[in-house]
């Protein structure tokens, strides 16, 4: 009944840059905490950056100063701007979001829902 859908990965050169949005869609009440996650390959998911709810955000350490995560609440929409981006940078990135939605029969419900991830690839 509520959905996550990721978009923006692809191809990029060492030192480039990708923008990631991520769009909660369906019958939402309201969007709490948001973030980005990646999995590499033979790695498990760690969390890379997160849009909390009264406005604040937090990176893994990796990414500080080269990551920037945002939200559009009108739009229900979470951004990652990834700059200057590494090798180690390369995975599959997913979005990840607390959501309070309409159930079918009308009560409100929350769930935690993920994406179907995008895959990011630094490469020269």
């Known amino acids: 009944q509520v959905q996550l859908m990721e978009s923006g990965g692809g191809l990029v050169q060492p030192g480039g840059s990708l923008r990631l949005s991520c769009v909660a869609s369906?019958?939402?009440?309201?969007?709490?905490?948001m973030g980005w996650y990646r999995q590499a390959p033979g790695k498990q998911r760690e969390l890379v950056a997160t849009a909390l709810t009264g406005g604040s955000t937090m990176y893994e350490d990796s990414v500080k100063g080269r990551f920037t995560i945002s939200r559009d609440n009108a739009k229900n929409t979470v951004y990652l701007q990834m700059n200057s981006l590494k090798h180690d940078d390369t995975a599959v990135y997913y979005c990840n979001a607390d959501l309070i939605y309409y159930s079918r029969s009308g009560d409100i419900r929350r769930t935690t829902n993920w994406g179907q991830g995008t895959q990011v690839t630094v490469s020269s």
């Open positions: 369906g019958r939402i009440f309201r969007v709490n905490d």
